[in-house]
């Protein structure tokens, strides 16, 4: 039989991936290079995950196959991939994958990546960092000048990390609360003994040790149950301090579409973390503590992929991995000689955080080649990469400066008083004109549509900053619905103009009320950039490397000499490796990376 194993990487880019494998420092993925076939994928507006992972693996430009993020959308109605695949009698396993694909049986999914603000379903606790001090003393951060990131009312909640919670001191004793998003909380004990601690629920009991992971321990909050681990960051006994960073508990069941494969899966390999306690930054005291769960999940993802693909009938597995991508958003402004934030005497200790990052991917890599079979071809790929941020951009803010929106103290639109407004889980390159009859607070008439969209055309073009004297446009693009057909955007669900922002510019709210300015902290973005941006360190492309049965050797497709690949192109190649007819997948077979 025929596999496929797919490790999605949120953010993995080209340039750095031949940079570390040429530094020798990724042993497993040069093998994949120099034994496979590899290219760059172009990605689509938003160059963000939600929309190129669903076009990836359906095989479907957004136009037909995307809603909205987290919003799933029928396999069965569109004939893409998975429905093909259901027709063949093929099975595919989605690990901790979007959730915005719909995957009923026989397919399965476990765990679908959650994307949202909203406490996951699948979450019992949240990760938390627990401290004797008082937590106004550890909560350092300073109200943030610009908040990046779209939608503009909420931050991506899978970057949001290390939430600080008090340990109360009694007699040389300690208590530690978990809570559950409904309230419920329980108390676990911490008892010194010598120069360990152990915690204690009910009468279950794990060591902590100075600068590890304790094992998994039980616990129950009312009537649902899960694990936790702990990691012991401090103990100073003669002053009675502790700090101790928890886990994020998973509940046992109910996180899958299988309830026996999902039961099967934990007792083999373990609870299972979608997110982890702490920030991979170079400042992040417990930065350490993140790279080992974040290599925990890892492996068990590996694991996994191995175990269904070999034992349990499943043709396709795939997963969507993060630490790369958080890496790159925390250093990759500070590492780029591109970025305006970088320094020739503190770049390579930003970048030294991403190359651990990197390794810790090789390993895995390794993991699989290790005891993949022979029928498997194994797919190393991304959704986009990222280039570094130098300017911030309010659209609403710009727009409610020409009158053509309408916004509250709190920046949120008012839609009955707005002629224009964006959708949140579109992706924020979406512009919508209000319109009547169509709207449920329409006031733009259909007489004057076109007027209104001509206007917000000649707005997006003219939107600059001026930089050493030099005009920039802040937008790359910008078309009308019915000429973004070529950039695969049509359908009810698409907006009425479809843009893109220039290299460097990034969607966001500034605590100043400017439209335009320059960032206020390095970071590095992908999601508002036009998807072909780069630099002479990064790019927003994509990457797919594949090896293994029926793969040509040592072949690698320059996009700058014949053309790249479309982010739909490797769900069309995976169907011809499976033996799948393809009429109604909008990709094209990748035939140059097969053997003659």
Request: charged fraction near 20%; aromatic fraction near 10%; proline fraction near 4%.
């Amino acid at each position: 039989m025929k596999k496929c194993i797919i490790f999605g990487v949120d953010g993995l880019m080209m340039p750095l991936l031949k940079k570390f494998a040429a530094e020798g420092i990724l042993p497993n993925i040069d093998k994949m290079f120099k034994k496979g076939s590899a290219t760059e994928l172009l990605p689509y507006v938003s160059a963000w995950g939600d929309v190129n992972w669903v076009s990836f693996l359906t095989g479907q430009c957004p136009g037909n196959t995307w809603i909205g993020q987290g919003r799933e959308h029928v396999n069965q109605n569109m004939h893409n991939l998975l429905s093909l695949m259901k027709d063949n009698g093929t099975r595919a396993a989605l690990v901790n994958f979007i959730g915005s694909i719909s995957t009923d049986a026989p397919h399965f999914q476990f765990v679908p990546y959650w994307g949202s603000v909203e406490p996951s379903p699948y979450e019992l606790c949240p990760a938390m960092i627990h401290t004797t001090i008082d937590i106004e003393q550890t909560d350092k951060k300073k109200p943030k000048q610009q908040k990046l990131g779209w939608p503009p009312v909420a931050a991506l909640a899978f970057h949001e990390k290390g939430a600080w919670r008090k340990i109360v001191s009694q007699n040389g004793q300690y208590q530690l609360q978990l809570s559950d998003h409904c309230g419920e909380s329980i108390i676990l004990s911490i008892c010194p003994e010598g120069s360990k601690l152990r915690i204690y629920a009910g009468e279950t009991a794990v060591d902590l040790i100075m600068g590890q992971w304790s094992q998994w321990l039980p616990i129950q909050i009312n009537e649902s149950t899960g694990k936790v681990r702990f990691f012991l960051g401090k103990f100073d006994s003669q002053n009675s301090h502790v700090e101790i960073l928890q886990s994020q508990v998973m509940r046992l069941e109910g996180i899958s579409n299988d309830a026996k494969l999902e039961k099967v899966l934990l007792e083999q390999f373990g609870p299972f973390i979608s997110k982890w306690s702490s920030k991979v930054a170079l400042n992040e005291q417990y930065r350490i503590s993140a790279l080992q769960e974040a290599e925990d999940q890892s492996l068990w993802l590996a694991d996994s992929a191995l175990f269904l693909t070999q034992n349990c009938g499943f043709s396709l597995w795939a997963t969507v991995h993060r630490l790369i991508d958080e890496s790159q958003h925390t250093c990759l402004g500070q590492y780029d000689p591109a970025s305006p934030f970088f320094k020739t005497e503190t770049a390579e200790e930003y970048g030294n955080i991403i190359r651990e990052c990197y390794k810790v991917l090789d390993r895995i890599m390794g993991r699989i080649l290790e005891d993949m079979d022979k029928d498997t071809v194994l797919i190393l790929a991304s959704d986009h990469g990222g280039v570094p941020n130098s300017y911030m951009c309010d659209i609403y803010r710009y727009l409610e400066r020409n009158d053509l929106v309408k916004l509250r103290s709190d920046g949120s639109v008012i839609l009955e008083e707005s002629k224009v407004f964006l959708k949140d889980e579109r992706g924020g390159l979406e512009i919508y004109i209000n319109l009547q009859g169509r709207e449920s607070q329409g006031m733009v008439s259909p007489e004057d549509f076109e007027t209104v969209r001509e206007s917000v055309l000649h707005l997006l073009g003219n939107w600059h900053v001026k930089e050493n004297g030099q005009i920039r446009n802040a937008v790359s693009m910008a078309l009308k619905k019915e000429d973004a057909m070529g950039i695969g955007y049509w359908g009810q669900y698409a907006g009425d103009i479809i843009f893109a922002y220039n290299t460097g510019f990034v969607w966001g709210v500034s605590l100043g009320g400017e439209d335009i300015c320059p960032v206020a902290l390095p970071g590095a973005n992908h999601g508002p950039q036009k998807p072909t941006a780069t630099t002479n360190m990064s790019s927003n492309y994509g990457v797919f490397l594949a090896y293994g049965d029926g793969i040509r050797e040592g072949y690698y497709r320059e996009r700058r000499t014949i053309g790249s690949r479309s982010m739909v192109d490797p769900a069309a190649t995976i169907a011809e490796i499976f033996g799948i007819k393809q009429s109604s997948l909008d990709g094209s077979t990748m035939t140059d990376f097969f053997q003659k």
